[in-house]
């Protein structure tokens, strides 16, 4: 990839809409610029209303220019957006525009990679960008934005700075011993590599935990008593796991299993059935269980006897459903006594079944997370490298073994820390001495 090409694409959503943004950045962007008859300054950001001159058939089309300098544009090259009417075609030629003036089409996700370079954006940010731009699913996009917002970032960069600030002073006590400055205790320096080992196991628990909640999709049984869930759920997993009995209300606590679904493998989760108003503490607790259950899961599976008309109770669950919702009419072997609504199965004689898998499979790769399963893939890895290193270095430390040994493993752990990140420690770690010891008048 070429990052001192300039680079253009459409920047609005697909689709017709009021206004259309293209957008174009590099270095020679203004002269590019210029080519298509627009003179821009390059020393501040400021919007110019002129025409565009597109080749022909286009000709001169109205436009305003936003025009931002290296220094405060988000990749730090110069960097242009094309307001106007968001015409498909139109903003189509002001692309082509743009590149016969001397750009390319941009790769994808090259402006936030551009920005990622530049320092703009950290490694666990840039990558939260990218899959916020093709989340195809609200949960994808949540989780993005937690990334976004810092949710991993965040921790990370203040371990990083406090290692920073012992291997800082580790350093200058080993390129200045002779001087008389006064450097970290040992007893303060073992301190501080415990306090950042242990948060970073912190960070280390909670990727590990996110990414297999991530693998693992739990897919959830709801509907009203007795409508059939557990015996569906039975036959779904092979196994009589779950009670099923002709009383309503036998499911209490939820039944969960490894569901083998096309091939994945998927949490399958049993619930007991939704009631109108609980009656007891025992059913309160299952019917917050239930809705938890529901309120957490990928794909939701709402059961619907067939046998029996609609009730309040499956109007009221009906109207709540979500896009992760699939409608499934069960003992389809009985008499029907009304319309099927979802897809007809039989727990009792397996009608259905597969089709039923077929349809959460589908469902669960539509909600697929990932972006940031491989965010949190990578995370891990060089997190537990990070943890190992800290873990060497406090040993070297509790033991006396040197500064250079812990320093040595503080780098480690510094250098995979750098990795999630995405940063360089050595030219900060550099800055730190400089601007702490005045080392270097
Ligand atoms: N004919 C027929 N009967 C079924 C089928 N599935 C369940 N039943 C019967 O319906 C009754 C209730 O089944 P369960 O699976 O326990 O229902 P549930 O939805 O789990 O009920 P709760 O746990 O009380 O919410 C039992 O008597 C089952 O034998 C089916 O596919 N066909
Ligand atoms: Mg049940």
């Known amino acids: 990839m070429q990052l001192e090409d300039t680079i253009v694409a459409v920047a609005s959503a697909p689709g017709g809409a009021m206004r259309g943004i293209v957008r174009a950045t590099g270095e020679q962007v203004l002269p590019c610029l210029q080519r298509l008859g627009v003179r821009a300054e390059s020393t501040r ?3 110019v209303e002129q025409p565009l001159q597109l080749p022909r058939p286009w000709g001169s089309v109205p436009c305003s220019i936003y025009i931002w300098p290296a220094a405060r544009s ?8 094309v307001h106007t009417v968001g015409s498909p075609p139109l903003l189509e030629a002001i692309v082509s525009g743009f590149r016969s003036a001397g750009a390319r089409l941009a790769d994808p996700g090259e402006f936030t990679l551009r920005a990622f370079l530049a320092g703009r954006l950290d490694l666990t940010q840039a990558e939260a960008v990218l899959s916020v731009i093709d989340a195809n699913s609200d949960r994808e996009l949540q989780v993005a934005l937690e990334q976004l917002g810092g949710g991993l970032g965040a921790p990370l960069k203040t371990l990083r700075d406090d290692l920073l ?30 306090e ?7 960070v280390a628990a909670r990727l590990q935990t996110r990414s297999i909640a991530d693998q693992r999709a739990r ?5 009203r008593p007795n409508v059939g869930k557990s015996q569906l759920f039975n036959s779904l997993i092979g196994e009589s796991q779950s009670i099923v009995t002709a009383a309503k209300g036998t499911t209490r606590d939820y039944v969960s299993a490894s569901w083998d679904c096309c091939g994945r493998v998927v949490e ?10 609980a009656t007891s503490i025992v059913d309160a607790d299952a019917q917050q269980r239930s809705h938890r259950q529901v309120a957490t899961a990928a794909v939701t599976l709402l059961c619907l006897d067939i046998s029996q008309p609609l009730d309040d109770l499956d109007r009221g669950q009906l109207a709540s459903r979500t896009a992760e919702t699939i409608m499934v009419d069960t003992k389809s072997d009985l008499p029907t006594v009304r319309p099927t609504l979802g897809l007809a199965v039989s727990g009792r004689t397996g009608a259905g079944l597969a089709a039923l898998s077929q349809a959460v499979a589908a469902a669960l790769g539509a909600t697929e997370t990932s972006a940031v399963a491989n965010t949190a893939d990578r995370c891990r890895d060089s997190v537990d490298q990070a943890v190992q290193a800290l873990e060497r270095s406090a040993r070297c430390a509790a033991d006396r073994a040197g500064e250079e040994l812990v320093a040595a493993e503080l780098r480690v752990a510094l250098d995979h820390l750098g990795r999630v990140l995405g940063a360089v420690y050595t030219d900060d770690v550099l800055d730190r001495i400089f601007s702490k010891f005045c080392i270097g008048k």
Do not use: K, M, N
């Open 268 to 277: 399958l989760i049993d619930t007991a059935g939704v009631e109108q108003a």
């Open 165 to 194: 600030d012992v291997l800082a002073h580790l350093e200058a006590g080993l390129d200045f011993v002779e001087d008389d400055i006064e450097f970290i205790e040992e007893t303060a320096l073992s301190e501080s590599i415990e």
């Open 219 to 223: 897919v959830v049984l709801t509907g």
């Open 45 to 47: 950001p400021h919007v």
């Open 196 to 202: 950042a080992l242990s948060s970073l196991r912190g």
């Open 74 to 81: 988000y990749t730090r090259q110069p960097a242009v957006e």
